[in-house]
């Protein structure tokens, strides 16, 4: 996670465009100013990131499926369930499923585990529309090279 | 009709906490009832989900935009039920 540019996964770990599901994973820092607030002497990464983390999962699954034609807008969440604390250091395994590919958005249900214990859950809503420019495309491209998106799957299915 | 009508007004009447009674076939989705597009995404998930179908969102607003069809077309609620009829129908006879 690179909390100060808003990355929050680090790798794609898995792609699967005929399952519609991804999986991701994300170390929290160590060490962050955020914690200094969140909480003096008893750091927690807030549930928010938390939710922001599976949006980007969430996010990033939609892309391939739109094979970059279309970027995702997060517009709503659902039953968020945030199940047990995190604290920096740990490892995340983030999972997302395409509940719904709508005329212009979609749905997914997405959750984080933790060395294999359910963190939270939630179910997302998103816009999907054109990349407002090339660059702003250029750009999440640059950011799927960094965490490992397998390009490769846009070429099948 | 009567029942994609009954079905749509149940699933706005959930979705956007309207009450039933105030929905009829004559009622505009966001100029009567007050829908905004968020909302409208909650209850287009809800209606794919019930019938199967795709509602052509993108389309219809695009065809707003430019001027070719109104709202009215599509988000009276008649003749909202009315395309999803027709939605229905033309999956009934797509090919497999």
């Known amino acids: 996670m690179r909390l100060e540019y808003f990355l929050l996964i680090d790798r794609i770990v898995e792609l699967k465009l005929d399952d519609h599901t991804i999986r ?25 990131l938390l939710i922001e983390t599976m ?8 892309i391939a499926m739109h094979k970059f034609a279309r970027m995702p807008f997060f517009a709503a969440v659902k039953e ?6 995190v604290t920096p250091g740990q490892v995340l ?6 509940v719904h590919d709508g005329s212009g958005f979609a749905v997914t249900k997405a959750e984080i585990k933790c060395e294999g214990k359910p963190v939270c859950n939630a179910e997302l809503t998103f ?14 491209e640059n950011v799927a090279a960094e965490i490992a998106f397998p390009m490769e799957v846009l070429a099948h299915g | ?8 007004a149940n699933i706005i009447s959930e979705t956007c906490d309207i ?18 597009s968020l909302d ?53 006879t797509a090919p497999a």
Not at chain 1, 93 to 98: P, T
Request: glycine fraction near 6%; charge should be negative.
């Open chain 1, 24 to 48: 991701t994973e994300a170390t929290v820092p160590t060490s962050s100013t955020i914690f200094e607030g969140h909480f003096p002497g008893h750091p927690l990464m807030p549930g928010v």
């Open chain 2, 19 to 36: 009450e039933r009674a105030k929905i009829t076939p004559q009622s505009h989705a966001i100029d009567d009832l007050g829908i905004d």
């Open chain 1, 93 to 98: 395994a983030v999972s997302a499923k395409l």
């Open chain 1, 55 to 62: 949006a980007q999962t969430s996010g990033w699954l939609l």
């Open chain 2, 40 to 92: 409208f995404l909650d209850v287009a998930f809800a209606i794919d989900k019930a019938f199967g179908i795709k509602l052509p969102l993108e389309q219809w607003t695009q065809e707003v935009n430019d001027g070719k069809a109104t709202t009215e077309q599509y988000f009276v609620l008649g003749n909202l039920c009315a395309r999803i009829d027709e939605l229905i129908a033309a999956k009934g």
């Open chain 1, 80 to 85: 968020a369930k945030l199940r047990t604390f």
């Open chain 1, 127 to 140: 816009r999907l529309v054109e990349f407002p420019n090339p660059s702003f495309r250029a750009s999440m």
């Open chain 2, 1 to 8: 009709m009567s029942s994609t009508f009954d079905t749509v």
